[in-house]
């Protein structure tokens, strides 16, 4: 590692990502799994509370599934969360030039949060822009970023540990970006051509990842920050009240999670009337097994289990590597590196 005073003028930028399993080995779904499940930004019970559940109930079983789900959305190059992330980091690195070093840092997995900031670091860089590829601010998403790389920025050996390195890099979190004007253009357009793509809808849905009620009551933002993103897309979009709803995605145990829920609502839809609904999932940046799996095959199965013809069903890509969202993103984390 480079010493503290051969810094570089440089500036680092980390694209956080939470992670995906490397492969469809049931070990590595289990290790996945068990990283993303054992932190407690994700699930907040008492460890003593949680631990005998996960490793007695969910590790043993949960795997599987969850390995035939990915499975379903792999592709030749391997996980679509990862390699669409990737092109992400090249794009912004091309637009950003050799000013900055972009880095891809996942949470859970390769390429980790710790390989991203050590990668900086030995290239002698000492001011780091994090920005979190998800626009609302959540307990288990934004801010998992943020503990993941300040846990290696300031060297700390273990969760509880005192940091082990004498120095620091400077960082810089980005805001959440939900209610940028300019990002809400930037989701508005990919929305607008995409639906032009194909049968005009008569229900659209904005599909948002579930959180733990406890979780908002007990200050969390990010349900207002999805209730805004909805407000402003569908203002930008001129769509009238009653073409489109807001539902949230991917509960997981007991917990009473914020309302209302996705499932339940895909297998009312046919029952209302609803013939060609389309999903928008506002929440993400980049496909994943939430997107592709459970809204682009599971969600078309309630959907028809409701009554309703598949064929009529379809889900709005997420702006992965658009240009326009690269560029928007480029942008951002330049305005954020101001006076760098």
Not at 139 to 160: C, K, P, Q, W
Request: aromatic residues 10%; negative net charge.
């Amino acid at each position: 590692m480079k010493a503290y005073g051969n810094a570089s003028p440089r500036i680092g930028v980390i694209l956080g990502q939470v992670g995906t399993p490397q492969n469809l080995e049931r070990a590595e779904v289990r290790r996945y799994l068990k990283e993303f499940l054992s932190d407690e930004r994700i699930i907040d019970l008492p460890r003593w509370r949680w631990m005998p559940i996960l490793h007695g109930a969910v590790l043993p079983t949960r795997p599987k599934m969850v390995g035939h789900h990915f499975g379903e959305i792999w592709t030749d190059e391997g996980s679509p969360l990862l390699v669409i992330s990737e092109a992400q980091r090249a794009g912004i690195q091309e637009r950003l030039g050799d000013r900055f070093q972009v880095e891809l840092g996942m949470a859970y997995s390769e390429p980790s949060m710790g390989g991203a900031v050590a990668r900086l670091e030995e290239a002698g860089i000492r001011r780091i822009v994090v920005l979190p590829l998800f626009p609302q601010y959540s307990n288990s998403t934004t801010a998992s970023v943020y503990d993941e790389v300040m846990f290696h920025a300031l060297g700390r050996g273990t969760r509880r540990g005192l940091p082990v390195k004498k120095y620091a890099p400077s960082l810089r979190f980005i805001h959440p970006y939900f209610d940028d004007p300019e990002y809400i253009a930037v989701l508005a357009a990919s929305v607008a051509r995409q639906l032009a793509e194909g049968p005009a809808p008569d229900r659209i849905i904005l599909s948002y990842h579930g959180l733990p009620k406890n979780f908002v009551d007990e200050g969390d933002p990010y349900q207002v920050h999805c209730e805004e993103t909805t407000r402003l897309l569908a203002e930008a979009l001129d769509w009238p009240a009653g073409l489109f709803e807001m539902a949230y995605q991917s509960r997981f145990g007991r917990t009473e999670w914020i309302k209302p829920y996705l499932q339940p609502r895909l297998g009312e839809l046919h029952a209302d009337g609803v013939e060609r609904p389309v999903i928008i999932s506002p929440g993400f940046t980049t496909d994943c097994l939430e997107t592709l799996h459970e809204l682009g095959i599971e969600g078309r199965e309630l959907f028809e289990v409701g009554g309703g013809d598949g064929a009529g069903y379809r889900t709005v890509a997420c702006l992965n590597d658009e240009p326009a969202w690269l560029d928007y993103a480029a942008a951002l984390i330049e305005r954020n590196a101001g006076g760098w």
